[in-house]
């Protein structure tokens, strides 16, 4: 039987217990793989006084293959977020986040499979940013008044908004392919192109002129405050959203929440030759350590990587054994009961979807 040899990042926070389960999931669906264990985020600092260490992004390079846990940023000081500087360092342009209902989770809805596709390089999340008060900072506001004839208050940090032609081409391709090779039906593009014209407006334009080369495919579009509420009202008419940046961040979380939380809305973030997987959550700190997170995400991301790999009947089996326990509804986490009920631990959660598989 093949051997894969794949890059482990247990992160920090919840990271390392829900990607120890995930890695015994994985282990119980038959495929072997050899994990090379790498720290990024707090135990890379604590160990290394460097949060994401060269031995992390060689040992990524090396494999093209990563499943990763979350990772903590510290808010407004210390470090920049290392989830996006990988995407950055490997060019991870397309993250696709998918949402479905599984039985036995607590949700708005009975129904429910769709799928954003979210641009991760550009726009407000580039890393474009000059601070309050700084030389650089009154420059630019000094030149925007020059060239605009528009005031910036000079008490204002700025963040720059990048979207290009290029970048949007590729996102908006990648997700009419998507939808094909999953034969999904629709593409809905979403974007505030009435107020910025320029960045979103592009946007629009370039996602209007790669949908005419899908005619297989249907294609519209929403402004992205009517697709969160359409997404509340009613989301089973949605398939694929292909979003900029921080639009399909923040809708992700929206899904997240119509699918019974972020601890069952999995992600995936690929470039043209290295692929991370990961949560869409983040590293929870306050429940690290004592064994009560739903490991159902992290999971979810491992299934998407088997495929990935070309292992569909093992991320299929993995899937079904965890479908089948959060029917049952036995061994879930507190995140699946009426609130203030406690559940199972992460780990008998992940026990009960091993048992499913190995009997
Ligand atoms: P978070 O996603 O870590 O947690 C928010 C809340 O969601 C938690 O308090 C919990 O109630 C719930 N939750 C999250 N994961 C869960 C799980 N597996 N099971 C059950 N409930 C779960 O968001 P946050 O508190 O805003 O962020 C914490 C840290 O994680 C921050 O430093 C943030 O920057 C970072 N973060 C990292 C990633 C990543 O690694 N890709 C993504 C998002 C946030």
Redesign the pocket.
């Known amino acids: 039987m093949k051997k894969y040899r794949i890059t482990l990042i247990p992160?920090d926070?919840?990271?390392p217990e829900?990607t120890e389960v995930t890695k015994r999931c994985i282990e119980a669906t038959g495929i072997k793989i050899e994990w090379e264990q790498c720290e990024a985020?707090i135990p890379a600092i604590e160990k290394f006084n460097n949060p994401l260490p060269a031995d992390t992004i060689e040992s990524i390079n090396r494999n093209k293959v990563c499943l990763?846990?979350?990772?903590?940023?510290?808010?407004g000081t210390g470090y920049r977020?290392?989830?996006v500087a990988l995407r950055q360092i490997f060019n991870l342009y397309a993250c696709v986040r998918p949402f479905k209902i599984f039985t036995g989770a607590r949700t708005l809805y009975q129904e429910l499979d769709l799928v954003i596709v979210r641009e991760n390089m550009e726009d407000l999340y580039a890393g474009i940013e000059f601070e309050m008060g700084k030389k650089e900072t009154f420059k630019i506001i000094q030149t925007i008044a020059h060239l605009s004839n528009r005031n910036i208050s000079e008490d204002s940090g700025i963040s720059v908004k990048p979207i290009s032609v290029s970048g949007s081409e590729k996102i908006v391709r990648f997700a009419f392919e998507y939808a094909r090779k999953n034969k999904r039906k629709k593409v809905t593009a979403v974007h505030k192109a009435n107020i910025m014209k320029f960045t979103d407006g592009l946007f629009l334009d370039v996602a209007r002129k790669i949908a005419a080369n899908y005619p297989d495919i249907e294609f519209e579009d929403r402004i992205v405050d009517n697709m969160a509420m359409q997404l509340v009202q009613k989301p089973q008419k949605y398939d694929v959203l292909v979003c900029p940046n921080l639009y399909g961040d923040i809708l992700s979380d929206l899904c997240a929440g119509l699918v019974g939380?972020?601890?069952l809305s999995p992600?995936a973030n690929y470039g043209d030759n290295v692929a991370i997987f990961?949560?869409?959550?983040?590293?929870?700190?306050?429940?690290a350590g004592k064994n009560?997170?739903?490991?159902?995400?992290?999971i979810l991301a491992a299934a998407l990587m088997l495929r990935y790999i070309g292992e569909t009947e093992a991320a299929e089996k993995l899937e079904s054994a965890l479908a089948d326990v959060i029917k049952e509804g036995r061994y879930t986490?507190?995140?699946f009961k009426p609130e203030g009920t406690p559940g199972a631990g992460?780990v008998e959660m992940g026990n009960a979807i091993i048992k499913r598989m190995i009997g």
């Open positions: 992160g926070g919840i990271g829900i985020g990763k846990g979350p990772i903590t940023t510290p808010v977020s290392i989830n939380g972020l601890g992600g990961e949560p869409t959550h983040g590293s929870a700190p306050k429940y009560v997170v739903n490991p159902s995400a992290q986490t507190y995140d992460t």
